[in-house]
């Protein structure tokens, strides 16, 4: 059973940076050929893919965000991370963190519960 929970600050201050891990467990995220996604949904808009890490320990993001969002992984607690840079209000979200068989689109088959983060003063 491959499970996935996210955990991080329900909060953050604008301009600063937000920091979100996701705990894998039921497989090891080094397992082939998986890839580990960060999806957000801010109000009112449909689910954006920000970025992922590979199995093999390679990066991709969406070009709009690529400047801000750094993805990494602790393969010894079985964790990848979310460092979204400067945020802003726009940002306020519910994030997910997923499993896919692909860095971009296509199916993800397991999802956390996901985690309501607002970026306010």
């Known amino acids: 059973q491959v499970q996935l929970h996210e955990s991080g600050p329900g909060l953050v201050k604008p301009s600063q940076t937000l920091s979100l891990t996701c705990t894998v467990s039921?497989?090891?995220?080094?397992?082939?050929?998986?890839?580990w996604s960060w999806i957000r949904q801010a109000p009112g808009k449909g689910p954006e893919w920000m970025g992922a890490?590979?199995?093999?320990?390679?990066?991709y993001y969406t070009p709009s965000l690529e400047s801000r969002t750094s993805i990494s992984r602790d393969t010894s607690k079985n964790q990848f991370t979310l460092l979204l840079s400067s945020v802003t209000p726009e940002d306020t979200a519910v994030y997910y963190c997923?499993?896919?068989?692909?860095?971009?689109?296509?199916?993800?088959?397991?999802w956390g519960q996901g985690t309501q983060v607002t970026v306010s003063s």
């Open positions: 997923v499993r896919g068989g692909a860095a971009v689109g296509g199916t993800y088959d397991f």
């Open positions: 039921g497989e090891a995220i080094t397992t082939n050929y998986w890839y």
């Open positions: 890490i590979s199995y093999s320990d390679v990066t």
